[in-house]
Nanobody, 121 residues
Framework: QVQLVESGGGLVQPGGSLRLSCAFS????????IGWFRQASGKEREGVSS??????YYLDSVKGRFTISRDNAKNTVYLQMNNLKPEDTAVYYC????????????????WGQGTQVTVSS
């Protein structure tokens, strides 16, 4: 049974940093891609970053500020978010999808419950 549990959201001032964690079980990254989506109020859910055994992806607006990484021993994926901006405010979801070559869409197979990130002074 696949499970994804996010943690690490919160309130941060512009320019600040947060690290999101996603503890996963029920699959391995040699066959799945795991990533982070976000959904701001009134907007569509968008893919922010993903990682698997052969590739990483970043949304253009977060390149150079966000870093995705994994700890295979802990079955955890992290999203380090630096230089946060108010437009990064959203609910962030960890999600996973079988396969290594797909794109980030809302059709992914498995989703966490989401964690709120608010960037405000």
């Amino acid at each position: 049974q696949v499970q994804l549990v996010e943690s690490g959201g919160g309130l941060v001032q512009p320019g600040g940093s947060l690290r999101l964690s996603c503890a996963f079980s029920g699959f391995t990254l040699d066959r799945y891609t795991i990533g982070w989506f976000r959904q701001a109020s009134g907007k569509e859910r968008e893919g922010v970053s993903s990682i698997n055994s052969i590739n990483t992806y970043y949304l253009d607006s977060v390149k150079g500020r966000f870093t995705i990484s994994r700890d295979n021993a802990k079955n955890t994926v992290y999203l380090q978010m630096n230089n946060l901006k108010p437009e990064d405010t959203a609910v962030y979801y960890c999600a996973a999808d079988q396969g290594l070559f797909g794109t980030m869409t809302v059709l992914w197979d498995y989703w966490g419950q989401g964690t709120q990130v608010t960037v405000s002074s």
